[in-house]
């Protein structure tokens, strides 16, 4: 990845993830094998859909969609995946599933994704 790439240009808090081998749950979009740029500064997740590093209350990590709403005075985060066969969202409440701190769900932002297009 050039450096001076708009997309994360002025990022100093990346780290890249491949996705695993096996994990079709957000194909097409991503396949197993790619490589995708987390910005580990952006966890916050204000608009319905952004693609982010999510962590599970027993610490499985993956990537996914979120979506969050405020519902009875916690936070309710939904984990989605593109592919939804076999792939329900996963729904969490920030208080309850992980004592309130943000940073314990989400990991960063995808800002960035590398994919093999003679896999595709």
Same mark, same amino acid.
Request: a neutral charge; proline letters at 5%.
């Given at each position: 990845?050039?450096?001076?790439?708009?997309?994360?240009?002025?990022? *100093?808090? &990346?780290?890249? +993830?491949?996705?695993?081998?096996? =994990?079709?749950?957000?194909?097409?979009?991503?396949?197993? /094998? %790619?490589? +995708? &740029?987390?910005?580990?500064? $952006?966890?916050?997740?204000?608009?319905d859909g952004k693609i982010?590093?999510?962590?599970?209350?027993?610490? /499985?990590?993956?990537?996914?969609? +979120?979506?969050?709403?405020?519902?009875?005075?916690? *936070?309710?985060?939904?984990?989605?995946? %593109?592919?939804? =066969?076999?792939?329900?969202?996963?729904?969490? =409440? &920030?208080?309850?599933?992980?004592?309130?701190? &943000?940073?314990?769900?989400? /990991?960063?932002?995808?800002?960035?994704?590398?994919? $093999?297009? *003679?896999?595709?």
């Amino acid at each position: 990845m050039w450096r001076h790439h708009g997309s994360i240009r002025y990022l *100093t808090d &990346l780290v890249a +993830v491949e996705i695993g081998k096996g =994990q079709t749950s957000m194909e097409p979009n991503l396949y197993p /094998g %790619d490589i +995708v &740029l987390v910005n580990r500064a $952006d966890r916050i997740p204000d608009v319905d859909g952004k693609i982010m590093l999510v962590c599970d209350p027993d610490g /499985g990590c993956a990537i996914k969609r +979120v979506s969050s709403s405020r519902i009875d005075g916690d *936070t309710e985060l939904v984990f989605y995946s %593109d592919n939804t =066969q076999g792939n329900p969202p996963r729904v969490f =409440q &920030l208080k309850r599933d992980y004592g309130g701190d &943000l940073h314990a769900a989400i /990991g960063g932002r995808v800002v960035w994704a590398w994919s $093999d297009m *003679t896999r595709k």
